[in-house]
């Protein structure tokens, strides 16, 4: 044995601080106990004690996606590696590196049906990117290297690694991340340069363009945005984003068109169909945006730039399909433009954005507000107008029509300040959310722009909150409904309200103060500029029980099984809602 | 572009993983847990060495399909290689079987009879039965257990497909 021998705990905290990890949202218990000592030992890691173990994996996403680091979690075996199942699942879909430490019972007894023990492999082989049970000591600090550069490398996502409880308490040599290489995962970060110059041929020849972009950019970092800004603004063409886009293109840019897909603008749905061109940029025409896809910008050429080659023709054909990372790409094809000094045909764009400004005109964010109830659209402007002039502002959302009305109605000027669970639209994100990113930036405004339903999903975590005085702002929007449920029941089945109706709500405020925060609350329009201002002044966490308008509609809306050129502009069209038999089996 | 009328066609991948714990498993898992059909699927370490293996699997779905399930396929962590076969030119594919047939009489000499135009060997016999085995593509196989069905045929057992590309250059 040599003498620079450690034992598999110390191990991993080393290999964590080699990776940089400077917290974990963790939560203890039998199998994990070496761990915990180690960590009691040391000070170059904090360790933030969650909840509940999903809390840990939305904090360790938010974390993620508010720093571009990788967030990291440590969970015992059994129970605890279980509750973060829904969160691995949740960053697999929204591509967020994340690993995941997982104590199990000890490799003699796996397989024995031993206390606590799950087969956690097993169970989320198909909800990470990839996993690892560690059996050799020896063979932890590397793999915990390759678990940390799988999850941050090309499409990033969650690694889950599985600690034997003797592995982690046996005496092993470490191993350097400067001797790990991995020997099959090295994803392709450069274009073809070929197939850049063919799509900017086509942009170049383009008379009704447009440019949908994604994620991808966010995944890339912050300079894939400037590039992105860059080239919208050298090619003059509209640009639209994705929910999980928002924040790639500044909104306030004349060239942006608004949220795209279900809930999008009227001028970006009805670009993306009459388009000529399309571009999507770190985009994965998911069904919320393309609608019915027989009738999905039928008569487009289509440039699709990926770094998994997985998302290119998966869903939709596409014509050039460019696998590598969007911030090289994009890089490549500003040169190639310049070069080749592309000069797109001036006249049909200007007549193209005549058309676009015609949609525009519509202002289909338009909603009645009104002087006796307030309308959450409202109250969401207000908060918008009143945060807007600060530049360390943070949105997490959880899931249903807030979260459709924040991102309609919230503007993101740069990336990584909005966390939303878009792919598995995963209720009880937002509070955990909120907590990892204000945990990576603890003078910032973090706010959870919440339902009442989905905040009750993970309240727990406001104890974590009180513990490391995180100064959380939560916004509910109260309308006493499951409301995106309650709107497919409005317009799709007979407004039979079956379940959704939220029955014997808490008092926020009071539940507020039990977890040692501020409760606030606004009944009338004239009270919500006081409760926001009050909300940004404290400088604890805060619960704001909006009390909204309970039977408000999230419009403009694309009926699944829809074209985008069928859509619900407002309260108005709902008589006429065309939604087909195969539309109703759609979600 | 359009994809939705192309009809399906059956395609045949190699694919070389690290072999490691759980890698089957993932790659059936991905076959089940997305829809796609697998009709063969056969795994082998071919490399002690450097710990290889190769997954052979028999697939079948449209053009865009089958782009699909080798880009998922590579998308895995321990895969190294995909390879497609079927588009790739011309390859060989065999599969062996272990045919049991009881009987006597006139249909034990006619099993053996169709053996041997098969070029199937016995590789044992009782007074009441033999066991052929059969090399050859899927579908010699399943012409001679067809033809076996008659003659008293009781069990079958069967490799999968194994499959390398003609000529001198390695996967
Ligand atoms: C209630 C509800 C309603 C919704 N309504 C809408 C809606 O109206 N509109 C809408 O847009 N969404 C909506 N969503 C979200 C939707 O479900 C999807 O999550 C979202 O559309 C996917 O965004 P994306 O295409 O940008 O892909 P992401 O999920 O962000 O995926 C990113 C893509 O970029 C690629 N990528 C990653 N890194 C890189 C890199 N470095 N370089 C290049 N490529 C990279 C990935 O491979 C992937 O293909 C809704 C969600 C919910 C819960
Ligand atoms: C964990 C989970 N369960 C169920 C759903 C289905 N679902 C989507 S939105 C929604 C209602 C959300 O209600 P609330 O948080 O009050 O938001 P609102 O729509 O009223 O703004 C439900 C139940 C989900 N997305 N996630
Ligand atoms: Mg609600």
Redesign the pocket.
Same mark, same amino acid.
């Given at each position: 044995m040599a003498d620079d021998q450690m034992n598999g705990s110390q191990i991993l905290l080393k290999a964590l601080e080699e990776q940089g990890v400077d917290v974990i949202f963790g939560y203890p218990g039998g199998a994990v106990l070496p761990i915990y000592d180690e960590i009691f030992k040391q000070d170059a890691i904090r360790h933030i004690l969650v909840r509940h173990e999903q809390g840990a994996m939305h904090a360790a996403e938010g974390y993620a996606r508010s720093t571009g680091k990788v967030g990291v979690v440590l969970v015992t075996s059994g129970p605890g590696a279980t509750n973060t199942v829904t969160g691995l699942t949740d960053a697999l879909?929204? @591509?967020i590196p994340v690993v995941c430490l997982t104590g199990q019972v000890p490799t003699h007894l796996i397989g024995n049906d031993a206390f606590q023990e799950a087969d956690i492999t097993g169970i989320t082989r198909s909800c990470t990117k990839h996993n690892y049970l560690v059996k050799d000591v020896n063979k932890l600090a590397r793999t915990v290297h390759e678990a940390f550069y799988v999850a941050r490398s090309?499409?990033?996502g969650p690694v889950l690694v599985d600690l034997p409880k003797d592995v982690m308490t046996a005496m092993g040599d470490y191993t350097p991340v400067s001797r790990v290489t991995h020997r099959t995962y090295k994803p392709r970060m450069k274009g073809d340069i070929n197939l850049i110059r063919r799509a900017v041929d086509i942009m170049a020849a383009a008379k009704r363009p447009i440019l949908y972009?994604? &994620? &991808?950019?966010?995944? @890339?970092g912050p300079a894939?945005s400037q590039l992105l800004t860059e080239f919208v603004r050298l090619t003059g063409f509209p640009c639209t984003l994705? /929910?999980? &886009?928002l924040g790639a293109f500044p909104a306030s840019d004349p060239l942006y068109l608004g949220?795209?897909?279900?809930?999008?603008t009227y001028e970006a749905n009805l670009a993306m169909h009459g388009c000529d061109v399309m571009v999507a940029i770190?985009?994965?025409?998911?069904d919320?945006?393309t609608g019915r896809l027989a009738d999905f910008s039928p008569n487009s050429k289509k440039i699709h730039?990926?770094?998994?080659p997985s @998302?290119i023709n998966k869903n939709v054909p596409v014509d050039v399909g460019i696998v &590598?990372? /969007?911030?090289h /790409?994009l890089e490549d094809m500003i040169k190639v433009w310049k070069a080749e000094q592309a000069s797109p045909d001036r006249k049909a764009l200007a007549e193209w954005w005549k058309s676009i400004d015609r949609w525009r005109a519509r202002d289909c964010l338009r909603y009645e507000n009104s002087t006796k109830v307030i309308k959450p659209q409202y109250a969401l402007q207000r908060l918008y107008e009143l945060t807007k002039d600060r530049d360390d502002v943070y949105i997490t959302t959880e /899931?249903?029509q807030h979260?459709?009305w924040a991102?309609q109605h919230y503007r993101f000027e740069k990336p990584n300040h909005w966390m939303t @669970?878009?792919?598995l639209?995963t209720m009880g994100y937002g509070l955990p959310a909120a907590m990892g990113v204000q945990v990576a930036h603890p003078k910032a405004l973090v706010i959870d722009i919440a339902g009442e339903a989905s905040v009750i999903m993970n309240i727990q975590e406001m104890s974590t909150i009180a513990q490391y005085r995180l100064p959380v702002k939560v916004f509910i929007l109260n309308n006493e409904y499951m409301g995106?449920v309650r709107q497919w029941q409005e317009l799709l089945y007979g407004g039979r309200y079956a379940e959704t109706y939220m029955h014997s709500l808490p008092d926020f405020v009071k539940l507020a103060e039990a977890f040692q925060a501020v409760g606030l609350r606004a009944t009338k329009p004239g009270e919500v500029d006081d409760v926001i201002r009050e909300m940004i002044e404290t400088d604890r966490a805060v619960i704001a029980d909006i009390r909204v308008d309970k039977l408000e509609n999230c419009f403009p809306m694309i009926p699944s099984g829809a074209a985008h050129n069928e859509m619900l502009l407002g309260p108005g069209d709902e008589a006429e809602a065309p939604v087909s038999e195969e539309g109703m089996v759609l979600v | 572009m359009t994809t939705e009328t192309e009809t399906e066609k059956q395609t045949t991948i190699a694919v070389l993983v690290d072999n490691e714990p759980g890698v089957l498993a993932r790659v059936i898992g991905l076959f089940s847990g997305r829809g796609y059909n697998i009709e063969s699927l056969t795994v082998a370490e071919v490399n002690t060495q450097e710990s290889l293996s190769r997954i052979t699997i028999v697939t079948s779905g449209t053009p865009m399909v089958i782009e699909q399930i080798k880009a998922q396929l590579e998308r895995l962590v321990p895969v190294h290689k995909v390879c497609d076969l079927t588009m790739d030119g011309a390859h060989v594919d065999r599969e062996l079987a272990l045919v049991k047939v009881k009987s006597t009489g006139e249909a034990r000499v006619e099993s053996l009879r169709v053996a041997e135009i098969f070029r199937a060997r016995v590789v044992d016999s009782t007074s009441e039965s033999f066991v052929f085995e059969i090399v050859g593509n899927t579908g010699k196989l399943h012409a001679f257990i067809d033809l076996m069905e008659p003659l008293g045929l009781v069990d079958v057992s069967r490799t999968g497909v194994a499959a390398i590309a003609r000529g001198s250059r390695p996967l």
């Amino acid at each position: 044995m040599a003498d620079d021998q450690m034992n598999g705990s110390q191990i991993l905290l080393k290999a964590l601080e080699e990776q940089g990890v400077d917290v974990i949202f963790g939560y203890p218990g039998g199998a994990v106990l070496p761990i915990y000592d180690e960590i009691f030992k040391q000070d170059a890691i904090r360790h933030i004690l969650v909840r509940h173990e999903q809390g840990a994996m939305h904090a360790a996403e938010g974390y993620a996606r508010s720093t571009g680091k990788v967030g990291v979690v440590l969970v015992t075996s059994g129970p605890g590696a279980t509750n973060t199942v829904t969160g691995l699942t949740d960053a697999l879909m929204d @591509s967020i590196p994340v690993v995941c430490l997982t104590g199990q019972v000890p490799t003699h007894l796996i397989g024995n049906d031993a206390f606590q023990e799950a087969d956690i492999t097993g169970i989320t082989r198909s909800c990470t990117k990839h996993n690892y049970l560690v059996k050799d000591v020896n063979k932890l600090a590397r793999t915990v290297h390759e678990a940390f550069y799988v999850a941050r490398s090309g499409r990033p996502g969650p690694v889950l690694v599985d600690l034997p409880k003797d592995v982690m308490t046996a005496m092993g040599d470490y191993t350097p991340v400067s001797r790990v290489t991995h020997r099959t995962y090295k994803p392709r970060m450069k274009g073809d340069i070929n197939l850049i110059r063919r799509a900017v041929d086509i942009m170049a020849a383009a008379k009704r363009p447009i440019l949908y972009c994604g &994620g &991808g950019i966010i995944n @890339s970092g912050p300079a894939a945005s400037q590039l992105l800004t860059e080239f919208v603004r050298l090619t003059g063409f509209p640009c639209t984003l994705t /929910v999980m &886009g928002l924040g790639a293109f500044p909104a306030s840019d004349p060239l942006y068109l608004g949220m795209l897909g279900m809930h999008g603008t009227y001028e970006a749905n009805l670009a993306m169909h009459g388009c000529d061109v399309m571009v999507a940029i770190g985009a994965r025409f998911d069904d919320r945006i393309t609608g019915r896809l027989a009738d999905f910008s039928p008569n487009s050429k289509k440039i699709h730039i990926d770094i998994d080659p997985s @998302s290119i023709n998966k869903n939709v054909p596409v014509d050039v399909g460019i696998v &590598g990372d /969007v911030g090289h /790409v994009l890089e490549d094809m500003i040169k190639v433009w310049k070069a080749e000094q592309a000069s797109p045909d001036r006249k049909a764009l200007a007549e193209w954005w005549k058309s676009i400004d015609r949609w525009r005109a519509r202002d289909c964010l338009r909603y009645e507000n009104s002087t006796k109830v307030i309308k959450p659209q409202y109250a969401l402007q207000r908060l918008y107008e009143l945060t807007k002039d600060r530049d360390d502002v943070y949105i997490t959302t959880e /899931v249903g029509q807030h979260q459709m009305w924040a991102a309609q109605h919230y503007r993101f000027e740069k990336p990584n300040h909005w966390m939303t @669970s878009g792919g598995l639209g995963t209720m009880g994100y937002g509070l955990p959310a909120a907590m990892g990113v204000q945990v990576a930036h603890p003078k910032a405004l973090v706010i959870d722009i919440a339902g009442e339903a989905s905040v009750i999903m993970n309240i727990q975590e406001m104890s974590t909150i009180a513990q490391y005085r995180l100064p959380v702002k939560v916004f509910i929007l109260n309308n006493e409904y499951m409301g995106m449920v309650r709107q497919w029941q409005e317009l799709l089945y007979g407004g039979r309200y079956a379940e959704t109706y939220m029955h014997s709500l808490p008092d926020f405020v009071k539940l507020a103060e039990a977890f040692q925060a501020v409760g606030l609350r606004a009944t009338k329009p004239g009270e919500v500029d006081d409760v926001i201002r009050e909300m940004i002044e404290t400088d604890r966490a805060v619960i704001a029980d909006i009390r909204v308008d309970k039977l408000e509609n999230c419009f403009p809306m694309i009926p699944s099984g829809a074209a985008h050129n069928e859509m619900l502009l407002g309260p108005g069209d709902e008589a006429e809602a065309p939604v087909s038999e195969e539309g109703m089996v759609l979600v | 572009m359009t994809t939705e009328t192309e009809t399906e066609k059956q395609t045949t991948i190699a694919v070389l993983v690290d072999n490691e714990p759980g890698v089957l498993a993932r790659v059936i898992g991905l076959f089940s847990g997305r829809g796609y059909n697998i009709e063969s699927l056969t795994v082998a370490e071919v490399n002690t060495q450097e710990s290889l293996s190769r997954i052979t699997i028999v697939t079948s779905g449209t053009p865009m399909v089958i782009e699909q399930i080798k880009a998922q396929l590579e998308r895995l962590v321990p895969v190294h290689k995909v390879c497609d076969l079927t588009m790739d030119g011309a390859h060989v594919d065999r599969e062996l079987a272990l045919v049991k047939v009881k009987s006597t009489g006139e249909a034990r000499v006619e099993s053996l009879r169709v053996a041997e135009i098969f070029r199937a060997r016995v590789v044992d016999s009782t007074s009441e039965s033999f066991v052929f085995e059969i090399v050859g593509n899927t579908g010699k196989l399943h012409a001679f257990i067809d033809l076996m069905e008659p003659l008293g045929l009781v069990d079958v057992s069967r490799t999968g497909v194994a499959a390398i590309a003609r000529g001198s250059r390695p996967l």
